[in-house]
Every structure is written in structure tokens, then in C-alpha cells.
């Protein structure tokens, strides 16, 4: 399971870093990263993540994520393996009963998912962008054991 994925987590990124329209130009990019598989697996994970093909400013057309305009397409994208290794999690800006997390472009709804799902007494809520986070607080709780209580969500917080 881990292996899927990983390789999920690739399609992801390589979908929303670069322009490609077909399932071909897609497994070359995930053979790139190291992923061997057939365009059936291919197609099924396309459905999974419930990909689909939208026109672009020339015509084309291209895969994209759920929601693409909530995506932001990176100009110089790293590989997919840099990307991998790095965290969501960018920072934490707090004001009253209220945060913002900021997250690379695309994390910011598995992020307040995972915050959502974990029962947090702290947290009474989230809604998110691309790349923001909006987060409700119980009032009166310090920060500090706001971060402690995200961090369990959220370990490289710290």
C-alpha cells in the first residue's frame, strides 16, 4: 500500500507541476521518478484521484486535480522525488482565536483534513485553499499548546 501511495502522492505532484495530456507523457514522467506500471494502473489511479482533462489558455488539453483552479502550477517545479521530501507545512500566523497555516500549493486540503480528523479540543475548525489554511480556535487556549496539539497532526510543525 505504501508503495501506491507514494506513487499517488507522484502523480499529484507531477500533474500539478507540469502540462501534460496524455496517459503516455504521464507514465514517462512517473517511469522518471522510479514508478513502473501499466496504463491500466494508470487509468485507475487517475480515476481515484478523480483526474480530469481541462483546456488550457492554447487550446490543449491537459490533466489536472480536482478543483485546479485551487492549484497552482510552479513555474520551475523540482523533481518529484525533491518534492516528495519536503513538508506541507510552510508556517503558522496566529491572530485572536484564529490561525493561518500556509502549506506548498496543493497540501492545504489533506492538511486541514487530517486537523479535522483528529478530534484536536483545541481546534473547532478549518477551511481550506491551495496553499492556506484557515483555522478556528477554542479562545483562551495559548499558542503554545495550540502548536503542541497540531504537531501531532502535523509533526515537522515544530
Do not use: C, H
Not at 502550477?73 to 523540482?78: D, E, G, H, L, Y
Not at 484564529?98 to 477551511?127: C, E, F, H
Not at 479562545?139 to 501531532?152: K, R
Amino acid at each position: 500500500m505504501k508503495i501506491k501511495n507514494n506513487r499517488l502522492e507522484a502523480l499529484r505532484l507531477i500533474i500539478s507541476s507540469q502540462q501534460l495530456g496524455s496517459q503516455e507523457e504521464l507514465l514517462t514522467a512517473l517511469q522518471r521518478e522510479g514508478f513502473k506500471l501499466t496504463q491500466a494502473t494508470l487509468s485507475r489511479d487517475l480515476k481515484q484521484l478523480k483526474v480530469a482533462k481541462a483546456a488550457t489558455m492554447g487550446g490543449n488539453y491537459v490533466y489536472v486535480l480536482p478543483n485546479e483552479t485551487m492549484y497552482k502550477r510552479v513555474a520551475t517545479p523540482s523533481t518529484v522525488r525533491e518534492m516528495m521530501t519536503m513538508p506541507g507545512f510552510v508556517s503558522i500566523t496566529f491572530s485572536g482565536n484564529m490561525a493561518v497555516i500556509k502549506t506548498r500549493p496543493g497540501y492545504a486540503s489533506s492538511i486541514a483534513w487530517n486537523i479535522d480528523n483528529s478530534s484536536l479540543d483545541q481546534v473547532l475548525g478549518t477551511i481550506a485553499g491551495a496553499d492556506t489554511i484557515f483555522v478556528v480556535l477554542q479562545e483562551g487556549v495559548p499558542q503554545e499548546e495550540i502548536i503542541d496539539a497540531l504537531s501531532t497532526v502535523i509533526p515537522n510543525m515544530k
